[in-house]
């Protein structure tokens, strides 16, 4: 297939390309999203052979005005309508009873569906002119790391999509808030970075799911099917290690002779004596979050067997972090 590059004022083309049952690559403020119309049952099958993604996974729906969630819900209850007004346009995902509308493809079979509002100005414009709601799940090969540059998502779907829309890179980084409103309590799925203690002012106690930190035992069940596959992994193997900027240092120096590299802090680079590539300031969540999935792509430049990457929780936004890091990393994680 040619892919072909716009820029981001060629959002008409875009559309066109999506009205007529295609599939393009777009920006959002969290990540690059692989888009196509929601209703299209050909096209959003498309989507999951260019990237590789078990068809029991589902798609968040994309929307461009609050109102546009009654094409796929059967319901809007009134904690999910009170998050709506704070939060939308933003990187909130709520999962809500679908309606007959929404193809089983979207859903993977399941009797609910994601839907989200993006704030980007690119992603709204383009749902907009499609007239329709777009399923959008990362625009990487599944398994990969979430692509928040241009270039993240030619080098994963070049020749696999119609088109990429080049809006520079992603603000946020990590991908949306997941949160489940199926049932009394709200749930979070997978965080982000609109937080947990955020949405409880909004509407009282909201439960986080143990899956976010951690594997899924044998036989346990799991709400979100995103959570049991392997995710946003570089070819190198990626280790978590917590501790002091001196106890991380002393640890991965100590690795040398095993060919590692490191993932770090910026206050970590002066003790370092291995290659490495620094995700941000230590009591930066924020600008950790934007940088990660870009620093696990690069650490496949570093030649290194094994990458050791610095996680310390500094507040809510950390989880958001700590959640992708964690499963990069295969759940390995070592305190020093
Ligand atoms: O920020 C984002 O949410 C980005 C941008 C492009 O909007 N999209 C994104 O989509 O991260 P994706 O497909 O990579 O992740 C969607 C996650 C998956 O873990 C999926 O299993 C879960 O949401 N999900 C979707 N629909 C669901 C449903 N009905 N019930 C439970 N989990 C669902
Ligand atoms: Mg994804």
Not at 116 to 125: C, K, L, S, T, V
Not at 262 to 290: M, T
């Amino acid at each position: 297939m040619n892919t072909l590059y716009l820029n981001k004022i060629q959002t008409d083309e875009a559309a066109n390309i999506l009205k007529n049952g295609g599939i393009v690559a777009i920006p959002t403020e969290t990540v690059y999203g692989l888009a196509a119309n929601a209703f299209n049952e050909s096209a959003v099958k498309n989507i999951f052979k260019a990237k590789g993604r078990p068809s029991d996974n589902p798609l968040i729906v994309h929307i461009s005005k609050i109102n546009d969630i009654f094409k796929v819900v059967s319901e809007f209850p009134e904690k999910a309508q009170k998050l709506a007004e704070k939060f939308w346009p933003g990187p909130l995902t709520m999962i809500l009873p679908k309606n007959e509308n929404v193809p089983y493809c979207v859903t993977g079979g399941m009797n609910s569906v994601a839907v989200r509002f993006p704030n980007h100005e690119i992603a709204r414009m383009i749902i907009e002119k499609s007239g329709v709601p777009l399923v959008a799940p990362s625009a990487n090969i599944s398994g990969r790391p979430s692509p928040t540059k241009f270039e993240h998502v030619v080098n994963d779907l070049s020749g696999k999509v119609d088109a990429v829309i080049d809006g520079g890179d992603c603000k946020v980084g990590v991908e949306s808030t997941v949160l489940s409103l199926l049932n009394e309590t709200p749930i979070i799925l997978r965080p982000g970075l609109i937080t947990n203690e955020e949405i409880s002012k909004v509407i009282g106690k909201v439960e986080i799911s143990p899956l976010v930190l951690k594997a899924p035992e044998k036989g346990e069940k799991i709400i979100s099917p995103g959570m049991k596959y392997k995710h946003y992994s570089p070819e190198t193997e990626v280790v978590m290690i917590s501790g002091s900027s001196e106890n991380y240092s002393q640890y991965v120096n100590s690795k040398d002779s095993e060919n590692s590299g490191a993932l770090c802090f910026e206050e970590d680079i002066p003790f370092l004596k291995v290659p490495y590539i620094s995700y941000g300031k230590r009591n930066c969540p924020e600008e950790q979050a934007k940088n990660l999935f870009d620093s696990l792509r690069k650490s496949d430049k570093l030649n290194v067997d094994t990458v050791y990457a610095h996680f310390e929780s500094e507040n809510e936004v950390s989880a958001a972090i700590c959640n992708r890091l964690i499963r990069a990393a295969g759940f390995k994680w070592i305190k020093v």
